[in-house]
């Protein structure tokens, strides 16, 4: 089974700040690796797919990079309303999800 | 637009069955893999289930192997989830999603997920 892992487990950062998340997959899972955001009490929402393509409708403040093991989630700019737990998860063999990343804001 | 609504979670004793309904609409369902995602409370995302469009391909999480038999009904826009022999930790939310592509695709839709709850 691939294991996924995230960095930080939470965050507090300030309206502005560039905020950057990483997850880590315990094989090679090439590019395929989405990221999901949810905030409280909703259903988790799609950002980016295949590593790096941003979801239609999402703003361009998001942000994904990497292949392999090693994957990138930027917020440039953080804004309010990006308060949530981010997750990744990969879907190269089965599907797993990483733990999750709380933003807050400071 | 899509919408995904699922239905039939309640209070179950340990041990005992339970059905999950998902109705989809607003897209064509038999074209896409459909998918069961689950929320234990205060916890992060576990996949359960998933299953492809004409039921060819079925996966399930290690955890429910054996127990949860996924299925879905095309001529009703329906997906479903079997569950048996529950436990304690098979306490969650429900989430229905939909698969973007294939069955291996990421999820772009998702219910706003039915309660499970497992005590007696």
């Known amino acids: 089974d691939i294991q996924m892992t995230q960095s930080p487990s939470s965050l507090s950062a300030s309206v502005g700040d560039r905020v950057t998340i990483t997850c880590q997959a315990s094989?090679?899972?090439?590019?395929?690796l989405n990221w999901y955001q949810q905030k409280p009490g909703k259903a988790p929402k799609l950002l980016i797919y295949?590593?790096?393509n941003l979801e239609t409708g999402v703003p361009s403040r998001f942000s994904g990079s990497g292949s392999g093991t090693d994957f990138t989630f930027t917020i440039s700019s953080l804004q309010p309303e990006d308060i949530a737990t981010y997750y990744c998860?990969?879907?190269?063999?089965?599907?797993?999800f990483g733990p999750g990343t709380k933003v807050d804001i400071k | 637009e899509v919408q995904l609504v699922e239905s039939g979670g309640g209070l179950v004793q340990p041990g005992r069955s339970l059905r999950l309904s998902c109705a989809a609409s607003?897209?064509?369902?038999?074209?896409?893999?459909m998918h069961w995602v689950r929320q234990a409370p205060g916890k992060g995302l576990e996949w359960v289930s998933g299953?492809?469009?004409?039921?060819?391909?079925?996966g399930y999480a290690d955890s429910v192997k054996g127990r949860f038999t996924i299925s879905r009904d095309n001529a009703k826009n329906s997906l479903y989830l079997q569950m048996n022999s529950l436990r304690a930790e098979d306490t969650a939310l429900y989430y229905c999603?939909?698969?973007?592509?294939?069955?291996?695709?990421?999820?772009?839709?998702w219910g706003q997920g039915t309660l499970v709850t497992v005590s007696s």
């Open positions: 299953i492809s469009w004409n039921s060819g391909s079925i």
């Open positions: 295949d590593a790096s």
């Open positions: 094989q090679d899972i090439s590019n395929y």
């Open positions: 999603a939909k698969g973007r592509r294939g069955y291996v695709s990421p999820f772009d839709y």
């Open positions: 607003g897209f064509t369902f038999d074209d896409y893999a």
């Open positions: 998860q990969q879907y190269d063999n089965l599907f797993t």
